[in-house]
């Protein structure tokens, strides 16, 4: 931009504990065109003044130098095509550092000469023209499947419902009655199923294809191009975005050879005692006589080491609605249901309560070492640490096994596999033996030979999966996402859930693949970044083909040619800069965000001489947890060091080593980066952003022993957006560390 309006608050206290005049003369003395004091920025009068000054063309870039860029955002919106750089002189600066003190009036005119440097190296977005498809595809026609379509459908797209069977339903199809769903929660409901496929089959919005197989899916949201084998033929359509909805199946019993499945015929399955309910026939497999006691054994091969390690969701329900049933249908049953904890969340525990206040099944507190023949045709479930006692054996004359559930996404081969490369990747003795297990692990996450989606990516032909095997998902800030734009997961195939849950699931899931097609119309990034629309621009006549960009992307954005340059699919972008902190040529910018936009930020920033001993620090700082968690400690009345200077950065893998090198080379005398805490347990907003930032940071020693600085001048931080009270104390005890070196030899150059 050429000309940079920059518009100083006085208001909140900032006019009071800062020299404004002096703020505003180092920002025009950095290439600021004009600068303006108000008292209150984000008022009426406020705002008016800063588009009049857009208006007349005095200004086609901003600084807005007032309270921090997670707050007033839309006050401080303007159209797309203006940089607006926010400046917090009220967290960063007034709230968090003495008033009318050199070292807060320093820091105030450093962080506005930062912001007047970015705003000069960024340009306006270029909006992408595309045309995009409508139409939602729900793959899988199971209970989740039929309410995503429903759902979408009401929303008033046309939905395209892909099933493999030739039936719709899925395993829920054959069974009359479920766990409640709605008040009083105390009794069985009808299964909503039948009434839903009749609904869905009948709406036409709708189309159903059935018996129909995925050959394969290209290109990017709005415009995914999907090749279906389905009735005896092929066809190909458009879609804007994608719910899967493949759901989850029984864990294979006959790996649960000591608890007597495959081996004595009396011991099933749940999904096995379904069948017989609804047949009317509840016998005994070794003889056909109708069972005096049913033992139901809970977490058979759920929350168990060698086999699920996760609570399967379901089965405690499914549990205690066939004891009801069986209590119900034949009344000189007596069910047994032998538990390590019975979990039934939220209104569900209504029914448990139901059933316990219901009498005639005995529920049991216990862990089941095995089961095995007694020696009279019944069978005997083996205790222990059980109410009957630590060394206890139950009769049966049928036991049920709660099996846990996996999510059809990949066999449990690969689930165990994937887990165990994983744990070789963090434990590997050797990195040669890291980097093996590393390549093992990618493919196994790509699903490759157990394909459902057949996607043309470079990264796989499937969603990436967790070491369970669920498709990858943000679970606290954005569920349903995968790690494929465009591409979201519900119910049972996203996280282990009972059918009540996984009917709601269908509709975030179908929500948010709506506003991602709006989102692609408008040419706009998806969560986190919602609403972005500076696309990734690729200067390839400098491209090495290198790679790293089309391996590193967390969301598969790139493909790439026969000779490894890559391709963008702009819709599929999040706007992280992970691509462009993993380029070590540099050739990757975004309109308002760019190595050389944030290498000036740290350009203009004022490195004291030595004998002046004021120390310079570049704080590299995520905008998704750190700086909000920086804004928290502010709020609370927390300091920290004024040799701190705040870069704001979208990622931590976005940032691209020269930055420190830059910083270093300058004379500033510490560079730590602080972003989201990374694995599957604490996830970073754009998956791998953190680890990979760390696993760059390994190559900066090399610049550091060409520099002869002390390794110990680089830091990275993992933090949590609720840490906020850890943030003074790290960016203190790191100036600490700084302060106690020698200044950095490069000062002055």
């Known amino acids: 931009m050429e000309h940079v309006g920059v518009f100083l608050c006085s208001g909140c206290g900032i006019g009071d504990a800062l020299d404004l005049e002096a703020v505003a003369s180092a920002a025009e003395d950095s290439g600021g065109a004009l600068c303006h004091t108000h008292p209150c920025l984000c008022a009426e009068e406020g705002i008016a003044l800063v588009r009049e000054s857009l208006s007349s063309g005095e200004a086609d870039g901003l600084v807005i130098a007032a309270c921090s860029q997670r707050v007033k955002c839309k006050a401080f919106s303007f159209d797309s095509a203006t940089p607006v750089q926010r400046v917090g002189l009220r967290e960063q600066v007034t709230w968090s550092h003495p008033p009318n003190d050199e070292d807060t009036q320093m820091l ?85 199923v039948s009434n839903l496929i009749e609904q869905v089959r009948s709406n036409s919005r709708i189309r159903v294809l059935t018996s129909a197989v995925l050959r394969g899916i290209s290109g990017q949201p709005g415009q995914f191009k999907v090749e279906v084998a389905a009735g005896g033929g092929d066809e190909t359509f458009m879609a804007g975005a994608i719910v899967q909805a493949t759901g989850a199946r029984p864990y294979d019993a006959h790996r649960l050879a000591h608890l007597g499945y495959g081996e004595q015929a009396d011991v099933i399955t749940s999904a096995e005692l379904d069948a017989m309910l609804e047949a009317g026939s509840l016998t005994r497999p070794s003889n056909g006589e109708t069972p005096q006691r049913v033992a139901f054994v809970q977490c058979a091969g759920s929350r168990d080491a060698e086999h699920l390690l996760y609570c399967s969701g379901e089965c405690c329900a499914t549990t205690l609605r066939q004891a009801a049933r069986l209590r119900r249908d034949y009344p000189d049953v007596e069910p047994c249901v032998v538990y390590r904890d019975i ?189 972005d629309l500076g696309a990734p621009d690729f200067f390839l006549q400098r491209c090495t083909q290198c790679k790293r960009c089309t391996e590193e992307c967390p969301f598969g954005t790139l493909n790439e040619d026969e000779k490894g340059t890559p391709q963008l699919n702009v819709l599929r972008c999040r ?43 570049v704080a590299l700082m995520c905008e998704n947890d750190a700086l909000p968690a920086l804004d928290a400690a502010a709020r609370l009345g927390r300091t920290w060091s004024p040799w701190i200077r705040i870069v704001p950065v979208r990622c931590l893998g976005s940032v691209n080593i020269v930055w420190i090198a830059d910083s270093l080379s300058r004379g500033v005398d510490g560079v730590i980066l602080v972003g989201c805490k990374y ?21 900066v020693q090399e610049t550091l022993d060409r520099l002869a600085l002390e390794p110990e001048r680089i830091k990275l931080v993992e933090l949590a957006h609720n840490e906020f009270d850890r943030v003074p104390t790290i960016l203190d005890e790191f100036a600490a560390e700084i302060e106690e070196m020698d200044p950095n030899p490069y000062k002055g150059f």
């Open 343 to 531: 979990r039934m969340p939220g209104q569900q525990e209504r029914f448990y309560l139901a059933v316990q206040e219901e009498g005639g099944t005995l529920l049991m507190r216990g862990e089941v070492d095995g089961v095995g023949g007694n020696g009279n045709g019944r069978l005997a479930v083996h205790l222990r640490e059980s109410l009957l006692g630590d060394d206890a054996r139950l009769e049966a004359d049928l036991v049920v096994l709660a099996v846990g559930m996996v999510p059809n996404s990949a066999d449990g081969e690969a689930i165990r596999a994937l887990h165990d490369a994983q744990q070789r990747v963090e434990h590997g003795e050797s990195e040669t033996q890291r980097e093996e297990a590393r390549k093992v692990a990618e493919r196994l996450a790509a699903h490759e030979g157990t394909e459902i989606l057949h996607l043309g990516y470079r990264q796989g032909p499937d969603l990436p999966v967790l070491q369970y095997g669920f498709p990858d998902s943000h679970y606290i800030c954005f569920p349903y996402e995968t790690r494929r734009t465009g591409i979201y997961s519900a119910g049972a195939l996203r996280a282990p859930m009972d059918p009540a849950q996984a009917v709601e699931d269908a509709w975030g899931a179908a929500l948010k693949a709506v506003q991602c097609i709006e989102a692609a119309r408008r040419g706009e990034a998806v969560h986190p970044r919602s609403g």
């Open 575 to 617: 706007r992280c800069g992970i691509c462009m902190g993993a380029c070590p040529e540099r050739i990757i910018s975004f309109p308002d965000y760019s190595v050389d936009a944030v290498a000036s930020m740290i350009k203009a920033i004022e490195v004291p001489e030595e004998e002046d001993e004021k120390p310079r620090i």
């Open 679 to 699: 694995g599957d347990d604490a996830q970073c907003h754009y998956i791998r952003g953190s680890e990979l930032a760390s696993k760059r940071l390994e190559n």
């Open 108 to 192: 105030a005119e450093d962080l506005v000469r930062m912001g007047v440097a970015r705003v000069l190296k960024s340009k306006p977005p270029v909006r992408q023209e595309e045309e995009i498809a409508d139409t939602v595809l729900v793959v899988g026609g199971g209970l989740t499947g039929l309410e995503a379509a429903a759902a979408a459908a009401g929303l008033g797209k046309p939905v395209v419902l892909l099933e493999k069977e030739a039936e719709l339903g899925g395993h829920l199809a054959g069974i009359g009655e479920l766990a409640p769903a709605g008040p009083p929660y105390d009794q069985l409901h009808e299964n909503p």
